[in-house]
């Protein structure tokens, strides 16, 4: 793990840009200023934005981001996409984050899927967000790679798997796609795919779950397209009546996830805001909140006799 002193240093709390070079200074200012820029926009043209930057004033290093006391979150100066850490107005996602942080006191557990670089397992089990226990898990190859790096950052705190979450475990598949945020499972011989990761079911997770002693879960899911096998992975899990919080991108004007988790599964599904968490009733809901083709939308699904109750009467 790189020293504090090898890394650009950012704190989110006081928008400090530190330890720089002139150079490094000058484009992590125009970076901070692209994400805040961009935020009305739901960030589109950050990626592009800092990617120029990037090239006119290059930088080999990390940016080690102070997200609170006890932690902190590192990406690769430059990032598309963990650039909006930079626009301290605005937390990564802010659906996901009202929610968690209104159920800071809930006992529950976290198995965070499409972990990416860690931040959710990072945050969650943070002081600020009540130390839960959570496992990371996260299938590319080079994104898992960041994935350790933050993991042994904030202490080991959170577990890490590398695998790829699936319908079956112990089958094997291909990743591609440029961006780390979006890179998918791929079917068939592709030029860029990466390493054949080996996949898992989500009941292969039951041993961690129960070694946990919490009273309640939280699945979430952000894998690319694959949330309905991994869903149909689930069986085991599913008859715990966890929460569910999962992607429903805007480009997906048939909402195929939704679909599945409120037919298939009979959840109720919410979305949140900074007002509260809010029930879709139907599917012209869903249509009305996603409105900007280019995003995935975060909605939250609960069934039984615990979750449904809490979140439609939680006050943020």
Avoid at 53 to 80: A, H, M
Avoid at 167 to 187: L, N, P, T, W, Y
Avoid at 244 to 265: G, P, Q, R, Y
Wanted: with cysteine; aromatic share 12%; glycine share 6%.
């Amino acid at each position: 793990m790189p020293q504090s002193s090898e890394v650009i240093g950012y704190d989110f709390n006081t928008d400090i840009i530190s330890n720089t070079t002139t150079r490094e200074s000058l484009g992590m200012t125009l970076m901070r200023l692209a994400a805040k820029a961009a935020r009305p926009m739901d960030y589109t043209g950050l990626s592009h934005a800092n990617r120029i930057i990037r090239k006119v004033l290059p930088s080999n290093r990390f940016v080690q981001v102070r997200l609170f006391e006890d932690t902190r979150f590192e990406f690769p100066y430059g990032d598309g996409y963990w650039g909006v850490l930079l626009d301290n107005k605005l937390t990564y996602s802010p659906s996901e984050e009202y929610f968690l942080a209104a159920i800071r006191d809930v006992d529950y557990a976290f198995v965070d899927c499409g972990a990416n670089f860690g931040y959710m397992s990072s945050i969650i089990s943070s002081d600020a967000f009540g130390k839960k226990p959570s496992i990371a898990v996260e299938a590319d190859p080079g994104t898992f790679k960041m994935l350790q790096r933050n993991w042994e950052l904030n202490g080991q705190r959170f577990e890490i798997k590398h695998n790829a979450v699936f319908d079956k475990s112990g089958e094997f598949v291909s990743f591609g796609g440029g961006k780390h945020e979006a890179r998918s499972i791929q079917q068939g011989a592709i030029d860029d795919a990466c390493n054949d990761v080996e996949t898992i079911a989500l009941d292969t997770l039951l041993p961690w779950i129960k070694k946990q002693k919490r009273k309640h879960l939280i699945l979430k899911l952000d894998v690319e397209g694959v949330e309905i096998p991994a869903l149909k992975g689930a069986s085991k899990i599913l008859k715990t009546n966890p929460c569910i919080m999962f992607e429903d991108h805007a480009s997906d004007k048939s909402h195929e996830v939704s679909k599945f988790i409120m037919e298939e599964l009979g959840m109720d599904v919410f979305y949140s805001d900074e007002s509260g968490c809010r029930e879709i009733h139907s599917y012209a809901d869903i249509e009305d909140i996603k409105r900007n083709p280019r995003v995935g939308y975060d909605f939250i699904a609960a069934k039984g006799d615990f979750w449904p109750d809490l979140i439609r009467n939680l006050k943020y």
